[in-house]
């Protein structure tokens, strides 16, 4: 027996169930899944970022032999009506209605669909579609004219900002301050799966196959663009290629296949390029920050004043706001942050990996290493001065804060002592050597989910719940979590996630998942053994109080140690299988979580939206650099992160997700950023061939600790890991390469020509 399949519950580390499938090519994507004589579909997108198509010509795409139809603004009859921005309520990506006019918003806009017997066909004639446009002088954002800026507080519901103290007075009045400023780029997710879609009709239902973050979203937000009741419409996304947000909301694309579907009275199938890819989904915005930091010279904060500007799109204020993180992260008496929002002619962000802590967080994360610097002080030690059991903007309690321990157990396991502090003061022949760290921190998140669990008289048990497999290994959590309730061998246990057919899971984003899913399946199961517990009277755990009954290892077992055989003990209870449906709200949401999750809106809370608490997972990340003295080529050497985040269910899993991390966090500090034609708005290196993210020989010995931590404010003890690893790697590698050179970079990706 491999060593993974030892114990199964929850805390064990077996393989994943959906391993072999996925390795062997039986895992089916949703690309993957056959449609009887599918036509296909193929987007053209827009050449310009502003302004208005004047003129289709069809002529010679109509030539290609095989084409079927195309579909533009001039010929849609009103069939999709707005699905809303999600963030004001709604299900999309964003507000714009596809197809809906002549405008053109942004850079890649659909704006048309060639449908066609086969995909190379619908290709050769959407490259023969000619479209004309009037070109208007676009904004690309920073740097550009026409972009219109507003306070995040006016454009965007429920934003706060946090005002404590004077920090503007403070700041002025403190012995020793640093004052800088910081830029983050533009990011895309590129998951390895491509944004495809299949839609089918049957007797007015319709049927999408597509991979999402958020089926029950997706089929919302579908039902209501094409004005059906959303029980006419089902999603299916068993496994999905990689999303990292990008999957997390409705896109513009699923809506006009679907109609596609209708007018032609077949499936329809779309795959759209990599480099439509960059402009009909979402991205990570870039960003500049501005950060005061002061300390008295013991290192105590005295003020911190947080201020970041964000790039959207014209219609939709999208925020990331990490704002929220960095004011909460460190004791000060004196904050105040403020978000900007820059609307330009860009397609809408959205969701990627830690969205508002990564830009952020490396904001403060710099900011707390050039202040260390300027105090002369150990810079984990100025993390220690200022941490608390409490956040600063409100004074809550954290649930539990690992972060300190975090800090002292990666310090040893890294060697931090062998630092010497004086920048540029280690080196190995012609390398420069540095150390940096950083924090990372990723609040809880938690959602309402439903579940139903079954229980059939052979001892099997079968868990339904429209979660989603987005490569973090939740079939096989959630496994886990069915076999501790029900004390069964994890083969024993068969999930069902990815359609909307089955009891709705929050959104899959936010790290939620593992402790919103397994909380409620735990809840399922439990009242499974109180009805199995309740009926025990008559056999040989007659005179056992029913509450002290558990189910651990196939059978009923009392205190005492005496047992029945699962099997024995559930024909009491039942004739047959047991079927439980369950539903669960964790503390601090609202009643209202239930109901938004039945209509498919992602409401997520708890985190540090919390009234009486706030929660997170916390770590530590090492990294030595090695920046070469004459070329300045980078490389990480080594990178160590210390993890603190409540019950882990599946260590294995979870250094997964963390390793991830980690990784990301290379290439988003040393490689990673869309390059933009800042004249005409449009993205240049929407290729992964141009697109940079680190390759094998980029990614160095890598070092994960996962410290045992004991949350008592939920049920399970969980809290997400998912998007916890890449938060603190961009500061840490930029803190490393300033101990290594003496050169302070605030810009990422910090690349050679950043240490010229
Ligand atoms: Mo994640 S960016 O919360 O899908």
């Not at 002529?59 to 010929?75: F, K, M, Q, W």
């Not at 004219?145 to 002025?172: L, M, P, S, T």
């Not at 002290?548 to 009392?558: D, I």
């Not at 809370?605 to 080529?633: I, N, P, Y």
């Amino acid at each position: 027996m491999p060593e993974g399949m030892i114990g199964q519950g929850i805390g064990a580390s077996p393989v994943r169930v959906d391993g072999r499938a996925k390795v062997t090519g039986a895992a089916h994507y949703a690309s993957d899944m056959a449609v009887p004589n599918p036509a296909w579909a193929f987007l053209v997108t827009s050449a310009i970022a502003r302004g208005r198509v004047t003129a289709i010509d069809e002529t010679e795409a109509r030539r290609v032999p095989g084409v079927l139809d195309i579909l533009h603004h001039g010929n849609m009859r009103g069939e999709v009506q707005e699905a809303g921005f999600f963030a004001g309520g709604g299900y999309a990506g964003s507000s714009l209605r596809p197809l809906e006019d002549d405008r053109v918003h942004h850079d890649g806009e659909i704006v048309a669909v060639v449908l066609a017997e086969s995909y190379e066909t619908a290709r050769e004639a959407a490259y023969r579609l000619q479209v004309r446009y009037a070109e208007e002088q676009p904004s690309a954002g920073f740097d550009t004219e026409g972009a219109e800026a507003r306070d995040a507080k006016d454009a965007v519901q429920g934003h706060e900002d946090a005002e404590v103290g004077d920090a503007d007075a403070a700041f002025a009045a403190a012995p020793v301050k640093i004052e800088a400023a910081y830029e983050t780029p533009t990011q895309h997710h590129n998951p390895i799966e491509l944004f495809t879609t299949t839609a089918s009709w049957e007797n007015g239902r319709l049927t999408i196959l597509e991979g999402s973050q958020y089926v029950h979203g997706l089929r919302n937000g579908v039902a209501k663009q094409l004005g059906l009741d959303p029980s006419l419409v089902r999603v299916e996304s068993p496994f999905i290629g990689g999303a990292f947000g990008s999957r997390g909301s409705l896109t513009q694309r699923t809506a006009l296949i679907a109609v596609a579907a209708r007018r032609l009275n077949r499936p329809v199938k779309l795959v759209a390029t990599r480099d439509q890819g960059f402009t009909i989904a979402t991205y990570r915005a870039e960003t500049r920050q501005r950060v005061k930091l002061a300390a008295n010279p013991d290192g105590t904060l005295v003020a911190f004043v947080h201020e970041g500007t964000e790039v959207s799109s014209r219609p939709d204020p999208y925020k990331v706001a990490g704002t929220q993180t960095t004011a909460r992260m460190y004791a000060c008496p004196n904050i105040r942050t403020k978000v900007t929002i820059l609307h330009a002619d860009r397609n809408t962000p959205g969701f990627m990996r830690s969205p508002p802590e990564v830009p952020y967080m490396f904001g403060l994360e710099s900011a707390m290493d050039e202040l260390a610097h300027a105090l002369g002080m150990d810079p984990i030690e100025l993390r220690r001065v200022n941490d608390s059991t409490h956040e600063s903007v409100k004074g809550l309690p954290w649930t539990s804060r690992g972060l300190m321990r975090c800090f002292d157990a990666g310090a040893e396991a890294f060697g931090w002592k062998d630092r010497t502090p004086q920048p540029r003061s280690m080196r190995d022949g012609d390398w420069l050597v540095g150390y940096g760290c950083a924090s990372t921190i990723y609040p809880t998140h938690l959602g309402a989910a439903t579940a139903r669990v079954t229980l059939t008289p052979d001892g099997r048990a079968r868990v339904q719940t429209a979660a989603h497999e987005i490569g973090t290994g939740t079939y096989t959590v959630v496994a886990q979590a069915a076999a501790e309730g029900l004390g069964l061998p994890l083969e024993k246990v068969l999930v069902e996630m990815g359609s909307s057919e089955l009891p709705p899971s929050p959104v899959s984003g936010g790290s939620n998942v593992t402790a919103s899913v397994c909380a409620v399946v735990m809840k399922a199961c439990e009242e499974i053994r109180a009805r199995i517990a309740a009926a025990a009277g008559q056999g040989p755990l007659q005179g056992r109080d029913p509450a002290t009954l558990r189910l651990a290892e196939g059978s009923l077992r009392a205190p005492d140690g005496a047992a029945e055989p699962l099997t024995e003990a559930m024909a009491r209870a039942s004739n047959g299988a047991i079927e439980v449906y369950a539903e669960n709200i964790p503390h601090g949401l609202p009643e209202g979580a239930l109901k938004s999750l039945y209509q498919g809106k992602p409401a997520l809370g708890a985190g540090l939206e919390g009234k009486d608490r706030v929660m997170a997972a916390f770590g530590a990340e090492f990294v030595e650099v090695r920046v070469h003295s004459r070329t300045a080529e980078t490389r990480v050497a080594r990178i160590l992160g210390a993890f603190a985040a409540g019950r882990i269910v599946n260590p294995r899993t979870a250094r997964s997700q963390l390793m991830g991390g980690l990784i990301w966090g290379i290439g988003s500090a040393l490689h990673e950023a869309t390059e933009m034609d800042r004249k005409r708005a449009r993205y240049v290196n929407d290729n992964i061939a141009e697109y940079l993210i680190p390759v094998n020989a980029d990614v160095p010995k890598l070092d994960v600790l996962v410290l045992e931590e004991e949350d008592k404010a939920t049920p399970l003890g969980i809290k997400g890991l998912g998007e916890l690893g890449n938060v603190g790697t961009n500061a840490a590698i930029a803190n490393a390469v300033f101990h290594a050179t003496g050169k302070r970079i605030r810009t990422l990706p910090i690349r050679i020509e950043s240490l010229l």
